[in-house]
């Protein structure tokens, strides 16, 4: 069993910068960073209903990171850069570490269009060097729109990139697992989490949306086809124990446990066979009642076959008796007609 890490699933926070806003967007106001920010929320609220502020004015400063094996196992969740919380520090780290584990696979909820261009952006900002994810190799690239081999976003997944709306997002998606969703903080209130000094609590917050992101990832390998519900069933358990290692020195995976539900499982053990004769395609089920009544009537002919065998008297001896016969050939045939066996007659076709 490999501990090699082949999937990344992260989540990132971020802050908004409020000095390139005041210089991009007020600037002949002399507005401060702080007030450019709330100028801009105030707007944003009016415009959207949302105070959240386009990834293009933020830095990340809470970037969090499951690592997970081949074989889909939990095997470690780190916050980079706690308790600094530096946002060029978590941004290097975020890349290079990529790099370190060999380019696994990054998996999110909603990342294509806000946590992977935010990190993107950063390095741009910071001046970082990611040339193994800038590459040049047209639709192989691993920034393709629907590369998933690079980047898997649950929520193009289970929207069929975009094509239905995912109303709910990773809350909803988790609770219908019975996992905890959002607890006690949402993403629009980052900032004013950050403007309090309250950092590990942000950390905290994204720890636990990994987590949720982790069981839907694992419902998904089913839905998929890359693991079953047993199996998911036991990897649920083994991350369970791991959260309950982490809760003494982790108060983010204290409350993820006490907020924990277990998903209410329908299937009954007997069931999946019962399903599976109800979806069967009725040409399949067709063809399997010939396929039985060829066989039957094969193995009656066989039989019959094998009565004249005992009795020791072949067909070819016969009607060798019947053509020596005194009798003639006509009564030879009449014996044959009503008497014989008819062991080498074609089988009636199948109702």
Known sequence: MSDAVAHLIFDVESIADGE??????????????????????????EQTGSTFIPHTFMVPIAVVIAKV????????????????????????????????????QWVTFNGRTFDIPLMELAAFRFGLSVPKWFDESGYKSRRNRFSTASHLDLQELLTNFSAARFNG???LAAQVLGKPGKMGLSGDQVQSYYDRGELMAISDYCRCDVLDTYFVFLRS????GKIDLTRETELVAIAKQWIESQQETCQACADYLDKWD??????????????????????????????????????????????????????????????????????????SDTDQPKSDAAPSKPA
Do not use: C
Not at 88 to 96: C, E, I, N, P
Not at 221 to 224: D, G, I, S, Y
């Open 20 to 45: 390139l806003i005041a210089r991009v967007r007020y600037g002949d106001e002399g507005l401060t960073p702080e007030e450019a920010v709330a100028k801009y929320q105030e707007e944003r609220l």
């Open 69 to 104: 094996s081949k074989d889909f196992r939990l095997l470690d969740i780190k916050s980079l850069d706690e308790p600094g919380f530096r946002p060029h520090m978590m941004t290097k780290h975020f890349w290079q570490g990529w790099e370190a584990y060999n380019m696994p």
């Open 169 to 171: 997002g990773l809350n």
């Open 221 to 224: 390998m089913v839905m998929t």
């Open 262 to 335: 277990d998903w209410h499982n329908p299937w009954q053990s007997d069931e999946d066979a019962v399903l599976h004769a109800a979806t069967q395609h009725p040409d399949t089920q067709d063809n399997a009642a010939q396929d039985a009544a060829i066989q039957d009537a094969a193995s009656q002919t066989a039989t019959v076959q094998g009565v004249d065998d005992v009795n020791g008297v072949s067909k070819e001896e016969t009607k060798a008796t019947t053509d020596a016969s005194p009798v003639g050939s006509n009564a030879s045939a009449a014996t």
